[in-house]
């Protein structure tokens, strides 16, 4: 038998703890000092008066901070580790609690009921800012009040990893609600909503709260293929990613591309279903694959419309002459007119083909919208019952554009309404002032602008049909090429100006076009009241083709000139430096452009001017887009004559020519503001340097 027994000092009396084993085995002895450790607990504040070394190793072992004081508040003992921690030292021992408290503000919060929470205090210890969950038991014996025990257990990194947790739930509801598209979770298992941002609840007309009370099945808005897909994917627990489009309230369309991941969300499998307007995108993508179509349709049709046009040239050229021979309202003279007038609508063929051509530049100067228009909306709604109204505010709308060009753009969008009404209807023309900011969400320039809208009351064109009439070659109709809209297109991406359209089957359709805008005012049309003009001097014609220059050499002659002939540059300077070196010389040359089988003129004006700085050229071509014939000055040309041309163009070019000045050849431009150029064939435009 084993007793173990110790007495305890009971306020005056001693109390005696008796250990008794029935044997020495080690289960009876852990049961015997298991029972003195219980008695021990229970005494512990009397163990303290007795028992003063085994209290201090107690204290001192513990990793809290241990403070205890007396019925007065005053500090009875304090442990190692908090001595160490708030800089104390014994000292502080007898000394009133609040004392300490004024050092330590949240020692004070905590005695004044302050603390967070009742209990979670900060103090700064000797390694910083520290933050303390605080326990403060009272001792009693029997009914008397003893004193406190504080103790205060270290939770700073446990609380720093909560703000740290608090923080990223912060940012992630942050990213969560801010992202422009729409977010759900999805439970994979049933497809109910676990959560949603503020962009899906506002799409869908969804009451955030109710988000939760939502299965995917359940959101009548999504149409069921895309419900479909979503399921199918989702129960896989795949990531996958798709497009789909979304129908709007005001008839157009939502390209959205969906993105869906699966992860875990609060114990459950869910995934991510992330819904992205992409409609911009796509609509760049379109225009960008448009305009390649375009360009790649350019240049087979520049081809065809310069040798179309070399054609017309010498058509034109004889019939201009013959007319030039023909009485005056003979009835030779009105059929010769009208073969002619002919021809010119030939031309236009020509133009529409040009307009595609791949890096064509419009020859632009200061023209008034609303004269062009006048001219513009008569013939397209002539014998028709299709009513075109004009709405243009008082005001110069002056912009800076190629007459010529932007005339076929108004041309194609007036007939394209009338086709859309053949029954009769409204055209309503509207004139307004537009400016471009830098987030510009068109494809435009930042600047000012002249918007003119082409509004008609015909059947309007469906979705499906909407995204392609801007392309080569597309049409709906039973005639044409499906060419309109495709040059109305490039043209105006040639001006820097653009074009947008709404429409609705039964509705209507309304083009927007939007033209740059000019500072200075109109110059007026040199090609109203022109006439055949005779002169004198010698002029040297450049072009490949034999049947141009046996025309051009008649026409020239005709006019009063002496003329001289070359098929290349190179002829073309041989003969040029013969005539100059006779002492006379050519007082002009008319270059053709290009040339397949030689020295072109584009390459020989260097040249030419190099032989004779006070050499005048004139710069002609079938490809009138070509950047050469925009800006003639900076190669050296003194003026541009597109073909074809008539015999009064022919007269007009060389006769400006004669009298023009080489002050600003090769290194002007081709627009021009003083109002001094010259409409040299059939409403394109073409300059003389004054």
């Not at 399921?231 to 993105?259: A, C, D």
């Not at 019939?319 to 009208?338: A, Y």
């Not at 003969?575 to 089988?597: A, F, H, Q, W």
């Amino acid at each position: 038998m084993v007793i173990i027994a110790f007495s305890l000092p009971m306020g005056g009396t001693t109390a005696m703890v008796l250990g008794i084993s029935g044997g020495v085995g080690l289960t009876p002895m852990l049961f015997v000092v298991t029972g003195l450790a219980l008695a021990l607990a229970l005494f512990r504040f009397r163990m303290l008066d007795i028992m003063p070394v085994a209290k201090g190793l107690i204290m001192d072992l513990s990793s809290d901070l241990i403070i205890v004081l007396d019925h007065h508040g005053k500090v009875v003992d304090i442990n190692a580790k908090a001595t160490k921690l708030m800089g104390l030292s014994k000292r502080a021992i007898g000394k009133d609690v609040r004392e300490l408290a004024l050092e330590q503000r949240g020692l004070q919060d905590l005695l004044e009921g302050k603390a967070e929470d009742g209990r979670t205090i900060a103090l700064e210890m000797t390694t910083g800012r520290r933050y303390y969950d605080c326990q403060v038991d009272r001792i009693v014996d029997g009914s008397t009040f003893k004193g406190q025990v504080m103790v205060l257990r270290d939770i700073t990194e446990s609380r720093r990893a909560q703000e740290a947790l608090r923080e990223s739930e912060e940012r992630y509801r942050a990213i969560f609600d801010q992202f422009e598209g729409t977010i759900m979770v999805v439970d994979i298992e049933d497809g109910s909503l676990l959560q949603a941002n503020q962009a899906f609840c506002t799409h869908f007309g969804i009451d955030p709260d109710e988000v939760t009370a939502l299965n995917v099945q359940s959101i009548a808005q999504l149409d069921h293929t895309f419900k479909d897909s979503i399921l199918g994917e989702v129960m896989s627990g795949r990531r996958f990613t798709f497009e789909t489009t979304f129908p709007l309230p005001n008839g157009n369309v939502m390209n959205i591309e969906v993105v869906a991941s699966p992860f875990r969300y609060g114990g459950k499998r869910a995934i991510c279903v992330m819904g992205r307007d992409i409609t911009e995108r796509r609509q760049a993508e379109a225009i960008r694959e448009r305009i390649e179509k375009l360009e790649a349709t350019g240049t087979l049709a520049g081809g065809i419309a310069h040798d179309f046009n070399n054609l017309l040239t010498s058509v034109l050229g004889y019939v201009s002459l013959t007319k030039m021979h023909s009485p005056p309202g003979s009835e030779t003279h009105k059929e010769l007119e009208e073969a002619e007038m002919t021809i010119l609508q030939a031309k236009e063929v020509a133009q529409e083909l040009l307009s595609l051509a791949k890096g064509g530049a419009p020859i632009c100067k200061p023209v008034s919208i609303p004269e062009l228009l006048k001219v513009t909306s008569n013939h397209p709604f002539l014998n028709s019952n299709v009513q075109c109204h004009l709405h243009i505010p008082p005001g110069k709308w002056i912009a800076n554009i190629d007459q010529g060009q932007i005339g076929r753009v108004f041309t194609n969008l007036f007939l394209n309404s009338k086709d859309a009404m053949p029954k009769g209807g409204r055209v309503d023309v509207t004139v307004s002032k537009y400016e471009a900011g830098e987030q510009q969400p068109r494809t435009l320039r930042p600047g000012k602008y002249i918007l003119v809208e082409v509004r008609d009351t015909g059947s309007g064109i469906s979705p499906e049909v909407l995204p392609k009439i801007f392309e080569p070659y597309f049409t709906t109709k039973n005639h044409g090429f499906g060419l309109g809209l495709s040059v109305v297109y490039a043209t105006l991406a040639r001006h820097h100006g653009g074009i947008e359209v709404d429409s609705k089957l039964g509705e209507g359709t309304a083009f927007r076009v939007y033209l740059p805008a000019a500072e200075v005012t109109a110059s007026p049309d040199a090609e109203q009241g022109r006439s055949i003009e005779r002169g004198e001097g010698r002029v040297l014609v450049m072009d490949d083709e034999e049947y141009i220059l046996d025309v051009t050499t008649e026409m020239i002659k005709a006019l009063g000139y002496e003329v001289g002939a070359a098929h290349d540059g190179q002829e073309a300077l041989e003969e040029y430096r013969r005539v100059l070196e006779s002492g006379r010389g050519y007082d002009l040359v008319i270059m053709d452009l290009t040339n397949p089988r030689g020295m072109g003129g584009k390459e020989a004006i260097s040249l030419l001017l190099e032989l004779d700085p006070r050499a005048r050229a004139i710069v002609s071509s079938g490809y009138s887009n070509d950047p050469v014939m925009a800006e003639y000055r900076r190669h050296g040309f003194i003026g541009v004559l597109p073909k074809p041309y008539k015999l009064e163009e022919l007269s007009y070019a060389i006769k400006q020519g004669l009298i023009g000045s080489r002050a600003n050849a090769g290194q002007g431009c081709a627009r021009s503001t003083d109002g001094k150029d010259a409409v040299l064939s059939g409403g394109d435009v073409g300059h003389i340097a004054p």
